[in-house]
């Protein structure tokens, strides 16, 4: 029950942060006039959780933190990676979408979108090996098992979640001022997220 419960939380707590992520599959629930539109973007993301997820576990996060070029990399890719997302949905505008189901991403861009900003992430990908391969060092066999499908199962059920409460809020900001105030808001959260990353990029190349 501990390794379930482990896994449980400490997935929440990774996912839980406004990211590049997360503000995509909410704008996917709410801009779309139906949740099934939205369904590429929720499941490309799920799926490459689950990916990043199973390689964490199965020791991805030995090799990563074994090089430090390797480390020196993903922060500076990480640095711009998230400056661009970052001025992306900033320029992003809702309320054109809100009552244009046309102006919409159509389901090969919600999967092309969803898959960048999952896998080509540094951020998300240093995360989730980090902190979730690391974590899981302390289990072995059954209980390590048991840890990877909490954590898979919490991404699921949280990328469902968002797009549903996306959809319920789309719904209501008919004139999209809510959505527009959000990605504005998630827009200054992943700059700051660049800049950490560019602060770490920067210690790294100083040692």
């Known amino acids: 029950m501990q390794p379930l419960i482990h896994g449980i939380l400490l997935a929440f707590g990774l996912i839980l942060p406004l990211g590049v992520q997360n503000v995509f599959i909410f ?29 964490a576990v199965a020791g991805v996060s030995v090799i990563v933190f074994s090089f430090e070029w390797l480390k020196i990399s993903l922060f500076l890719a990480g640095f711009f990676f998230l400056a661009y997302m970052g001025w992306v949905i900033w320029k992003d505008n809702p309320s054109v979408n809100a009552h244009r189901e046309e102006k919409g991403f159509s389901a090969r861009r919600q999967i092309t979108f969803a898959a960048s900003v999952s896998l080509l992430n540094p951020h998300a990908i240093l995360d989730t090996i980090g902190v979730i391969g690391t974590s899981s060092l302390a289990y072995t066999g059954y209980e390590k098992w048991m840890f990877t499908l909490a954590c898979i199962v919490v991404s699921w059920i949280w990328f469902l979640s968002i797009a549903i409460v996306g959809r319920k809020i789309g719904q209501i900001d008919g004139n999209g001022k809510f959505l527009n105030s959000l990605n504005k ?13 560019g602060y770490q990029f920067y210690l790294l190349i100083g040692e």
């Open 27 to 55: 704008n996917q629930g709410a801009t779309h006039r139906k949740f099934t539109k939205s369904l590429p973007a929720i499941v490309t993301a799920g799926v490459c959780d689950t990916i990043l997820i199973y390689l």
């Open 185 to 197: 808001i998630s827009a200054i959260i992943i700059w700051i997220m660049a800049l950490y990353m």
